[in-house]
Nanobody, 121 residues
Framework: QVQLVESGGGLVQAGGSLRLSCAAS????????MGWYRQAPGKQRELVAT???????NYADSVKGRFTISRDNAKNTVYLQMNSLKPEDTAVYYC???????????????WGQGTLVTVSS
């Protein structure tokens, strides 16, 4: 079994900061791209940021300059530092990983259960 476990969501005032974490665990041989997506009420899930195993990053225009994605390859963990939060950042944030599962070897795309971020005005 392979799973992603997220933590760090919560309630914060506009202008504040939060840090999300997501750890991959289980029979993992290698983790490739990891990322964060979010889904606001009544809206489709959207990309927030991704990071490759080599550290290349990609951000949605709406979060550039405010959010920073990083990862610890030794721990199979990805982080999302969110600064200058706005009410429109309110959403359930989902972790995502493309990985190679071991024994038997198989490529998988795995999602976390989601963590709620609420930004009050």
């Amino acid at each position: 079994q392979v799973q992603l476990v997220e933590s760090g969501g919560g309630l914060v005032q506009a202008g504040g900061s939060l840090r999300l974490s997501c750890a991959a665990s289980g029979s993992i041989f290698m983790v490739n791209t990891m990322g964060w997506y979010r889904q606001a009420p009544g809206k489709q899930r959207e990309l927030v940021a991704t990071i490759t195993s080599g550290g290349n990053t990609n951000y949605a225009d709406s979060v550039k300059g405010r959010f920073t994605i990083s990862r610890d390859n030794a721990k199979n963990t990805v982080y999302l530092q969110m600064n200058s939060l706005k009410p429109e950042d309110t959403a359930v944030y989902y972790c995502n990983a493309d990985l190679l599962k071991s024994l038997p070897y198989r490529y998988l795309e795995v999602w976390g259960q989601g963590t709620l971020v609420t930004v009050s005005s």
